[in-house]
């Protein structure tokens, strides 16, 4: 079994070509052997840098390196044997359709001769915990199972150093468990030296020796009872919304009246029939195991998909010429009723320019090039997002990304807000953002449902739950 | 590392870098399967869309510019020798693997049209990816595909009347689509970063 | 449609024994004999013997059959039909051509059904050395093609709810589906780029000479498969020069 690494940064500073300020400067590091450290920080505080520059990804042409930093004495680009790495998405990392081939590829790669490959994928299986055979297709694994096949597949090349980054922020708290688990395994008997990068701190610290945190491009050590703020801390949310007297308002915008669904050329429905109203001026969360139908209900919620079985009907305030079934509106006279966000911002982009972007939805339903032209800018000031008015949005970061999409849902001020997994993957103070412009929504007299994993959202801004 | 500070070049050197990184051999086969599933649904629709062309039927040959776009996107946004020949030959393969009414010979094809989008970047050394390189391997994609039609499939027919009247509506329909959309799309895939590790990602022509 | 679009590891039938450099080898032969063939004999007695090959590849469910086949079946027919409207050699010759392309393409159908890509990368490798990063590298994207499937739908909902609709148009779902394929596209290439980064995390461009875990070994049966092809068709040019009908071409010639 080889050794596990030493990392050691003395002064180490990056800057990134297209940038003047420094993303980390003056960072001094010392990792011993079989050590297991948490870094984290907020989004954009160098954390992201940190990782790549450990891991030899830093693009030499791109950024400027000063100071040292080795991995066993070695700069991390010639170390680059000795590390493995774990990334976020895991549809990004698997290179095979078999399980066994995808453990084996790494294997191949180092010319290891074919005899003395397939013991070492077993064992590298047998180590993350994996429960299937090695014919298992990797297209049907979970997340969870993917990220444990990606670590299965680093551990096989014997690793002194695993360097993690962000492994969970693509999975929901059943697949996180996986993954945590999967690490804590690997790491149990210290073979190797462990580092995590990751801006959700909590759910490692049971795993970790020590934490450290990126702070504005320096490191800041934490002491061993240290434990993160909770991001609803001081959190002030704008009062609900007051129930207007008009009798008429009193019910449901949109409700699901035994709505179910079940794919074209299957059997077994995505969602049972369900019952669900969503009451103007409040938040409804729907929560519920994988698989339960939670993202096809908010489907047929959002007017996106016809239900199967049941019927979604929408208050006859909303009604277009009196049809009240939302997926039979046209889209430009949906987008002014109902708002969607979905789990993936990108897929929502239609424009090169933020500008346009948030512009494209009151055009689309018959608002003037004036008033979108002055929504746009409201939205823009009001999200932070004026400075990159005219970027494309597929540049921006991931924080950015939601709030955008966010912004384009509101932009055609809808009366219902159907949102998928909001808060997925993102940092605390993203976090605080997104739960505040809801509550806003709400205090307008909105109906806001919200699909989500996200015990903390539920807790701080839901008014009913429904689990599925 | 230790002490040293490596800078960022101001002035990259224009020569291209020849050897093949795994981004630039992964790209080029998403690429190519990408492409390999438009062909697929090109090849349900193209039956579709040529029937009311058949009062002259060369001009349904105004549909083939879709196929020979993964050549030339690929060299103009990869810019390594063989990029398009890759690019072609893998979307010929995918499309053959979703199914494909060309059957095993469509490989041929796809190696071919390839190659002919590889003359035209060869005819530039490699160097430029402009409009005129574009332009240039559309057309010789175009030929190259025209070529291998009219002596497979259309051998019987008159020189003139079909061979000729083809081959330019083929070379049309390649300059088209695969000449100007394909740098098009090179530059607005460019726009979105996605292409932030390549030289075609980088700069402004 | 979701069933020809499943990539996954392929079902183990008969065929699935002859080693892919075989199958292709038999491919290029058939390919070439009908290729230089403009008879109406030459194919026909080339596809009778495809159509027995298709319980070997595991294609007995008319289903499964009129799934793989109907591609090529619509193919086909608008070859015959062209070359029966503008050729000058009448209807037998239509047909001749429109077996041809049948000929031409089951091969490649039986090769599918019942070839694994991996396997076929791998023999590809080992046996024609075929580069392997490539090799490597396409069988990665193609992992892709399941996810691209799954984001068109995705993508497609999206669009409505950002007010885009096509409607009844037919120029406005055209772009509609530009929009889809371009949204889909860019996150093919990011997708690529962190692949790529995966890739090389686990020594992919490390220089060292890869090895194959999986191996792909040539057998004896891997011959006579190929001798087998070759029989057919000399059976299937015997009996069309013995008819009279024997057209050979020779390609740009």
């Not at chain 2, 030959?89 to 041929?108: E, Q, T």
């Not at chain 3, 001749?96 to 023999?123: H, K, M, N, Q, W």
Request: include cysteine.
């Amino acid at each position: 079994m080889p050794a596990p690494a030493t990392v050691r940064a003395r002064g180490l500073a990056v800057r990134h070509a297209s940038r003047r300020a420094w993303a980390l400067t003056g960072v001094d590091l010392d990792v011993a052997p079989g050590e297991r450290v948490l870094v984290t920080g907020a989004s954009g505080a160098g954390k992201s840098t940190l990782f790549a520059v450990l891991a030899g990804l830093l693009d030499p042409e791109a950024a400027e390196v000063t100071g040292e930093l080795t991995v066993d004495g070695l700069a991390p680009a010639d170390a680059r044997d000795r590390l493995g790495l774990l990334l976020q998405d895991p549809d990004s990392q698997l290179v095979m359709t078999r399980a066994g081939d995808d453990v084996a590829f790494g294997l191949e790669n180092a010319g290891v001769p074919a005899a003395e490959i397939w013991p070492r994928v077993d064992a590298a299986l047998a180590a993350v915990g994996w429960r299937y055979g090695r014919d298992r297709a990797t297209q049907m694994l979970s997340g969870g199972e993917k990220q444990r096949l990606v670590l299965a597949g680093a551990l096989a090349r014997r690793p002194g150093l695993l360097l993690l980054d962000e492994p969970t922020a693509q999975l929901d708290p059943t697949g996180s468990d996986v993954v945590r688990t999967s690490v804590a395994r690997a790491v149990a008997d210290r073979d190797t030296t462990l580092l995590v990068v990751d801006h959700d701190a909590a759910p490692w610290l049971p795993l970790v020796d020590r934490v450290v945190e990126v702070v504005d491009g320096g490191l800041v050590a934490h002491g061993p009872t240290w434990t993160p703020a909770s991001r609803t801390t001081g959190l002030l949310l704008p009062p609900a919304w007051i129930r207007s007297p008009d009798p008429r308002c009193g019910g449901a915008l949109v409700a699901a009246e035994g709505a179910g669904y079940t794919h074209r050329g299957t059997t077994t429905p995505a969602l049972a029939p369900t019952d669900l109203g969503l009451p103007a001026g409040a938040v409804t969360a729907v929560t519920g195991a994988n698989g339960t139908g939670k993202s096809t209900l908010a489907l047929l919620l959002a007017g996106l998909r016809g239900p199967t079985v049941g019927r979604v009907r929408a208050a006859q305030e909303l009604a277009v010429r009196g049809e009240r079934a939302p997926h039979r509106w046209r889209a430009g006279e949906l987008v002014t009723r109902i708002g969607t966000v979905f789990q993936q911002p990108e897929h929502q982009f239609l424009t090169g320019r933020l500008r346009d972007e948030l512009e494209l939805g009151p055009l689309r339903s018959g608002s003037g090039s004036t008033a979108a032209r002055a929504r746009a800018e409201e939205l823009l000031e009001r999200l932070g997002l004026a400075p990159f008015a005219d970027a494309n949005p597929f540049t921006l970061s991931g924080g950015q990304q939601r709030r955008l999409s966010v912004a384009t849902a509101l932009a055609t001020a809808p009366r219902v807000l159907v949102l998928d997994e909001p808060t997925f993957g993102q940092d605390a103070a993203t976090w605080r953002e997104l739960v505040t412009l809801l509550a806003e929504q709400r205090a307008a007299g909105c109906a806001v449902c919200v699909v989500t994993h996200d015990r903390d959202l539920v807790d701080s801004l839901a008014d009913g739950e429904h689990p599925l | 590392m230790t002490g040293e500070v490596t800078r960022p070049t101001a002035a990259r050197s224009t020569a291209p870098r020849r050897t093949w990184r795994t981004v630039d051999i992964v790209t080029t086969a998403v690429l190519g399967v990408a492409f390999g599933v438009v062909f697929w649904a090109w090849n349900l629709v193209f039956g579709v869309l040529a029937a009311p062309l058949d009062f002259f039927p060369p001009l349904s040959a105004v549909l083939n510019g879709v196929y020979l776009m993964p050549g030339v996107v690929a060299g103009l946004l990869v810019r390594k020798p063989g990029a398009a020949v890759f690019a072609s030959g893998l979307a010929a393969a995918v499309s053959l693997l979703l199914g494909s009414p060309y059957g095993g010979i469509i490989i041929v094809y796809g190696l071919v049209q390839g190659l002919g989008g590889e003359i035209g970047f060869l005819l530039t050394r490699y160097r430029s990816f402009g409009w005129g390189t574009a332009v240039l391997a559309g057309v010789t994609a175009g030929l190259s595909t025209s070529i291998l039609d009219t002596s497979l499939y259309y051998a019987d027919l008159g020189f003139w009347a079909y061979k000729v009247p083809y081959t330019v509506f083929t070379v049309l329909s390649s300059v088209l689509l695969a000449g100007v959309v394909g740098l098009l799309l090179v530059r607005a895939l460019a726009r979105t970063g996605a292409l932030s590790s390549f030289a075609s990602g980088r700069s402004r022509v | 449609m979701t069933a020809s679009l499943a990539l996954g590891p392929t079902p183990d039938v008969p065929l699935s024994r002859v080693n892919p450099v075989a199958q292709l080898t038999a491919i290029v032969v058939v390919t070439l004999v009908l290729l230089t063939s403009l008879d109406v004999v030459t194919p026909a007695v080339v596809v009778a013997v495809e159509l027995c090959l298709f319980p070997a590849a595991g294609l007995t469910h008319p289903r499964s059959v009129w799934l793989r086949t109907w591609p090529l079946l619509v193919g086909a027919t608008s070859v015959g039909l062209v070359n029966l409207w503008l050729g000058e050699s009448g209807a037998l010759a239509a047909l001749g051509l429109a077996l041809r392309v049948v000929g031409l393409a089951l091969p490649g159908v039986f090769l599918v059904a019942s070839t694994d890509p991996v396997r076929l990368a791998d023999a590809l490798t080992v046996h024609w050395r075929f580069p392997a990063r490539f090799a490597v590298g396409a069988l990665a994207a193609l992992r892709l093609v399941p996810l691209l499937v799954v984001e068109f739908e995705s993508v497609r909902l999206a669009r409505r709810t950002r007010g885009v609709q096509a409607g009844r148009n037919p120029v406005a779902r055209v772009r509609l589906l530009a929009g889809i394929g371009f949204t889909l596209l860019v996150g093919a290439v990011r997708r690529a780029s962190r692949l790529a980064t995966a890739m090389d995390a686990r020594g992919f461009d490390s220089g060292v000479v890869r090895t194959n875990a999986r191996g792909s070994v040539l057998r004896a049966r891997d011959g006579w498969f190929v001798l087998a092809a070759v029989l057919v068709c000399v059976v299937a040019v015997t009996a069309s020069v013995l008819a009279g009908t024997w057209d050979p071409v020779f390609v740009g010639g």
